[in-house]
């Protein structure tokens, strides 16, 4: 197998094509120069830091290492989410929901493509598992922050509609579930394009590092499929628990809409 490998020489004249960028935003006074800088720098130095760290995984294989290197995987991403939301719940909520959605979710994908699909020896092998769950978990976070986001938004937008059904006799399920369906439409759609464009639109990133790799296309396009299924299954399943987290927090046992749970802009 054939590999082309890059030198520090390749990735500088790769960083050249953001240096343009970053120029075109001075010049059309964007505002985001710095801001595409500063993401380039800790792109490039998480990434770095993250191949020393799997490339010891890798070398020990050991399940409690594994294990600690997910859940700082999924912590990040709790807090990533969070972060991408305009609205929060007061206290740990908005952290706590994301986090624990996604932790689920992953956790259940990855397992279940680990011990039935692509079965390695051992079945918690990190060269496996990380990257699986890398996979599954980012896009979760995206669909789970898109959904937290319009969900909480919605509801302050539509108050005065959700109350109004309440007081006509609704119940805070049925008084909501215009909102709750289009929290999790808005956020599948990422997904739902993801899986619509793949092969026509764009070669997904999975397979074309494979096929650069010196992989058979066939076999890369296998595994790149196997992939998009995981992560339909994994954004649904976090996307759906942390959406119904929310409406949970968003109304009470008298079946109240409660605003005041949520930090004032």
Not at 27 to 38: D, H, N, T, V
Not at 44 to 65: D, E, I, N
Not at 232 to 237: D, M, P, R, V
Not at 239 to 248: M, P
Request: hydrophobic share 55%.
């Amino acid at each position: 197998m054939n590999v082309i490998a890059l030198d520090h020489t390749d990735i500088a004249i790769a960083a050249s094509l953001l240096l343009f960028n970053a120029g075109l935003s001075i010049a059309l006074q964007l505002g985001i120069a710095r801001r595409m800088i500063i993401a380039a720098v800790r792109m490039v130095a998480q990434l770095t830091l993250v191949g020393l760290v799997l490339k010891a995984l890798f070398s020990v294989a050991s399940p409690a290492l594994t294990a600690l290197a997910i859940v700082f995987m999924v912590l990040f991403a709790g807090r990533e989410a969070m972060a991408r939301q305009e609205r929060h719940f007061k206290g740990w909520w908005s952290y706590g929901m994301g986090t624990a959605s996604m932790m689920v979710a992953g956790t259940i994908v990855t397992m279940f493509a680990l011990t039935t699909q692509i079965s390695p020896d051992p079945w918690y092998d990190p060269r496996y598992a990380i990257p699986i769950m890398g996979m599954v978990l980012g896009n979760t976070m995206n669909g789970v922050s898109i959904g937290l986001d319009r969900m909480v938004a919605g509801a302050v937008q539509q108050k005065a509609a959700i109350e109004a059904r309440l007081m006509l006799g609704a119940d805070i399920r049925e008084a909501m579930q215009t909102l709750v369906r289009t929290a999790l439409r808005a956020g599948l759609i990422p997904t739902i394009n993801g899986m619509s464009a793949a092969g026509l639109v764009s070669l997904p990133g999975m397979m074309t590092g494979q096929i650069l790799a010196g992989v058979a296309p066939v076999e890369a396009v296998k595994y790149q499929i196997l992939i998009l299924f995981l992560i339909a299954g994994g954004t649904c399943l976090g996307l759906v628990s942390s959406v119904f987290f929310a409406r949970q927090r968003l109304t009470d046992g008298h079946h109240r809409l409660r605003l005041d749970r949520l930090i004032a802009l």
